[in-house]
């Protein structure tokens, strides 16, 4: 008899080799454009070969998915750096804990169907649904900066510095919705995610955004700059002062709720799709 062929070879996508290759040269353009830190594009890079070998459509949704983001923050780049300056804990350029706190997940779901070697259409679903709330909640976030008026934060409605997390607008709210939408498409038309079963997706990935905004207002670190007596998520603030804790979990940054955004995505993707089977 010949000998069996282990399951993570017989998956759809293109050969180890390939995906590793292809993974790198993306990674490396996204580099090189400044879409990524040095780390970001080793991360992206190990996350894209996982995607790409567990098939074609999970390598494809990764690649639009960060077209769409890469599009989100080019979007009025300068004005919202402006705006955000002394707020924002990073910046544009996506380092590896950024990478794996919005993709990790989805690499999850491509490692199942990689070692099951089989669609595995479940593991589609909680991780399609995972990306695609990263990507409404970067997108919301990046049209809020851009165009949005003054946000409100969740925790007590009151008016907030741009780029302050836990906080939203009318324009932020309204592209996260959109975001979740067209990201949900992709999928479908891609053939990663059913048509019949699209909505868990859009819904799931609509709700990890909602639980990002609520997490950054309740429990993610707020910091204060006692030389410009401003609010901030810097450690060190734009003026070089070091900054004061002034609320939430000392050891829950912006990253951590980004976790958490994609992490509760899905799960609940997951939850809803074995009690509609």
């Known amino acids: 008899m010949p000998a069996a062929v282990p399951a993570w070879l017989s998956v759809a996508g293109p050969s180890t080799p390939v995906a590793l290759g292809l993974a790198i040269l993306i990674a490396g353009a996204a580099w090189r454009s400044g879409s990524l830190r040095t780390s970001g594009a080793l991360a992206a890079s190990a996350v894209g070969a996982i995607a790409l070998r567990a098939g074609w459509p999970w390598g494809g949704f990764l690649i639009c998915w960060f077209a769409w983001a890469t599009l989100g923050s080019r979007l009025g780049r300068a004005r919202k750096e402006q705006r955000t300056a002394g707020v924002v804990e990073k910046g544009a350029q996506r380092d590896a804990v950024q990478v794996l706190a919005n993709g990790g997940v989805f690499a999850i779901a491509a490692a199942v169907v990689l070692f099951r070697g089989d669609p595995a259409p479940q593991a589609a679903l909680w991780g399609t649904a995972a990306l695609a709330a990263a990507g409404a909640d970067t997108l919301g976030t990046e049209i809020g900066t851009w165009i949005g008026g003054t946000p409100r934060s969740v925790r007590n409605w009151r008016q907030v510095p741009t780029g302050t997390s836990g906080a939203v607008s009318a324009a932020g709210s309204a592209a996260t919705v959109v975001s979740a939408l067209v990201l949900t498409a992709i999928a479908v038309a891609i053939g990663l995610v059913p048509a019949a079963r699209w909505w ?39 003026c070089g002062t070091d900054t004061r804790h002034r609320g939430g979990w000392r050891w829950l940054g912006n990253d951590e709720v980004n976790f958490v955004c994609t992490a509760s995505a899905a799960l609940l993707a997951w939850l809803t799709a074995g009690a509609s089977a």
């Open 200 to 238: 868990i997706v859009a819904v799931a990935a609509v709700f990890g955004a909602i639980v990002d905004t609520v997490a950054g207002a309740l429990v993610q670190q707020r910091r204060w700059c006692p030389s410009c007596e401003t609010a901030t998520e810097q450690a060190r603030h734009s």
